[in-house]
């Protein structure tokens, strides 16, 4: 069963739904998003009242935005209490800490930031909203003197984010602060099927362009990044995966790989793989099969076979966010198609109305090996010479 909600629906999970007639819950945001109407709708109650009688059958949303749905109509299930051990990072954190005993967090009132001091915390520390999303809000602390500027920029953050998404999304009224990870960074794409075993259903490379960067840039994805990274990976959904028991759900992953080889979580989001319809989509670029189907078809990757079959190219997703200090307010356009020239083989470009989103799109590049200079270039690039600025 699929939970549709704001802000955007891929077409090709629109045509997965279309292709394989699966069943969509006919909310009125989810019908306002697709005009189809012979598609699989099935009525709000009727399918609230399905997932009750039926709590292990799978259920993917393609938002957090649809979480308000969820704890709604579903407030006699486990799902609310599931959804929000992974969504706010200090409950999260909470399950985590004898596992990783030794790791430092803190969760705190925005309010009370401004008090706050730095004199008994490890340098350097990342803060960002305890319920999150896209990496809005998040920063990275080096020393105590940074500490007031940073304060600013989190109330203009804040300021900037409201009415973007929803509470359940991104919420600021809590904050945590956090041990900074060192190591390299990736995301991954997963579920627990119906006995309770973590499958992976993607690994990408979260790629920084300085070791301030908190931003979502480049996700790379490719054979050897998935064979070398696999095993551990699987290792440590186990681990996650005895502490709290979960069937048929989905979820995307980011940790962290420290320099003994430990992985480490940075956060986990439920319910959903990559946001606005991204990393799925990416594994059907790179890899031919369609995340959404193997989710609920309970499929698991045969990653030898499908390695058969692929480039061995690399396969990015590039988000397009607005680092260039230029307010939306001040942009006219920005240029596509010198964006698309600067790329090797640009497989599908997703454009976003600046105006609603503080960025501009995203696009799904294929690389070839020896040529990553492409992605260097976008991944420290701060996209003004793709914006045209208002003569006034």
Same mark, same amino acid.
């Given at each position: 069963?699929?939970?549709?909600?704001?802000?955007?629906?891929?077409?090709?999970?629109?045509?997965?739904?279309?292709?394989?007639?699966?069943?969509?819950?006919?909310?009125?945001?989810?019908?306002?998003?697709?005009?189809?109407?012979?598609?699989?709708?099935?009525?709000?109650?009727?399918?609230?009242?399905?997932?009750?009688?039926?709590?292990?059958?799978?259920?993917?949303?393609? *938002? &957090?935005?649809? @979480?308000?749905? #969820?704890?709604?109509?579903?407030? !006699? %299930?486990?799902?609310?209490?599931?959804?929000? /051990?992974?969504?706010?990072?200090?409950?999260?954190?909470?399950?985590?800490?004898?596992?990783?005993?030794?790791?430092?967090?803190?969760?705190?009132?925005?309010?009370?930031?401004?008090?706050?001091?730095?004199?008994?915390?490890?340098?350097?520390?990342?803060?960002?909203?305890?319920?999150?999303?896209?990496?809005?809000?998040?920063?990275?602390?080096?020393?105590?003197?940074?500490?007031?500027?940073?304060?600013?920029?989190?109330?203009?953050?804040?300021?900037?984010?409201?009415?973007?998404?929803?509470?359940?999304?991104?919420?600021?009224?809590?904050?945590?602060?956090?041990?900074?990870?060192?190591?390299?960074?990736?995301?991954?794409?997963?579920?627990?099927?119906?006995? *309770? &075993?973590?499958? @992976?259903?993607? #690994?990408?490379?979260?790629?920084? !362009? %300085?070791?301030?960067?908190?931003?979502?840039? /480049?996700?790379?994805?490719?054979?050897?990044?998935?064979?070398?990274?696999?095993?551990?990976?699987?290792?440590?959904?186990?681990?996650?995966?005895?502490?709290?028991?979960?069937?048929?759900?989905?979820?995307?992953?980011?940790?962290?790989?420290?320099?003994?080889?430990?992985?480490?979580?940075?956060?986990?989001?439920?319910?959903?793989?990559?946001?606005?319809?991204?990393?799925?989509?990416?594994?059907?670029?790179?890899?031919?099969?369609?995340?959404?189907?193997?989710?609920?078809?309970?499929?698991?990757?045969?990653?030898?076979?499908?390695?058969?079959?692929?480039?061995?190219?690399?396969?990015?997703?590039?988000?397009?966010?607005?680092?260039?200090?230029?307010?939306? *307010?001040?942009?006219?356009?920005?240029?596509?198609?010198?964006?698309?020239?600067?790329?090797?083989?640009?497989?599908?470009?997703?454009?976003?109305?600046?105006?609603?989103?503080?960025?501009?799109?995203?696009?799904?590049?294929?690389?070839?090996?020896?040529?990553?200079?492409?992605?260097?270039?976008?991944?420290?690039?701060?996209?003004?010479?793709?914006?045209?600025?208002?003569?006034?």
């Amino acid at each position: 069963m699929i939970l549709i909600d704001q802000p955007y629906i891929s077409e090709f999970l629109l045509q997965t739904i279309k292709d394989n007639n699966l069943e969509i819950i006919a909310t009125e945001v989810a019908s306002a998003m697709i005009s189809d109407k012979s598609l699989n709708w099935i009525p709000e109650n009727e399918a609230a009242e399905f997932i009750k009688n039926n709590p292990n059958y799978p259920l993917y949303t393609n *938002s &957090e935005n649809s @979480i308000s749905w #969820i704890e709604k109509n579903l407030t !006699s %299930t486990k799902l609310p209490r599931q959804i929000q /051990v992974f969504k706010n990072k200090i409950k999260f954190r909470e399950l985590l800490k004898d596992t990783f005993p030794d790791y430092f967090f803190k969760g705190i009132k925005f309010e009370e930031l401004a008090n706050f001091s730095t004199e008994n915390i490890k340098f350097p520390f990342i803060i960002k909203p305890a319920v999150g999303f896209f990496s809005l809000g998040v920063h990275k602390v080096d020393t105590s003197e940074e500490w007031p500027e940073v304060l600013t920029k989190i109330t203009r953050d804040i300021n900037e984010i409201k009415g973007f998404y929803p509470n359940e999304v991104v919420n600021a009224d809590y904050f945590i602060i956090e041990e900074c990870i060192e190591g390299e960074e990736y995301a991954m794409d997963c579920y627990f099927n119906k006995e *309770s &075993e973590p499958i @992976i259903l993607s #690994i990408l490379h979260h790629r920084f !362009s %300085t070791g301030k960067d908190v931003n979502d840039r /480049v996700y790379t994805t490719s054979k050897e990044i998935i064979e070398k990274h696999l095993p551990n990976m699987q290792k440590f959904l186990d681990t996650l995966g005895a502490l709290i028991n979960l069937k048929n759900f989905p979820f995307h992953v980011e940790v962290r790989i420290d320099k003994n080889g430990i992985v480490i979580p940075v956060e986990v989001n439920p319910m959903r793989f990559g946001g606005w319809c991204t990393t799925a989509d990416l594994s059907y670029f790179a890899y031919g099969f369609n995340a959404y189907q193997y989710f609920l078809n309970g499929t698991k990757p045969n990653w030898k076979e499908l390695f058969k079959a692929s480039k061995n190219k690399k396969y990015s997703l590039v988000l397009l966010d607005n680092n260039s200090g230029i307010p939306e *307010s001040k942009i006219a356009s920005f240029n596509y198609e010198l964006l698309l020239s600067d790329f090797e083989n640009p497989m599908e470009l997703r454009k976003v109305d600046f105006d609603d989103y503080p960025f501009f799109g995203m696009v799904f590049v294929e690389t070839s090996q020896g040529n990553e200079k492409e992605l260097d270039q976008i991944l420290t690039s701060n996209l003004k010479k793709y914006i045209k600025v208002k003569n006034n």
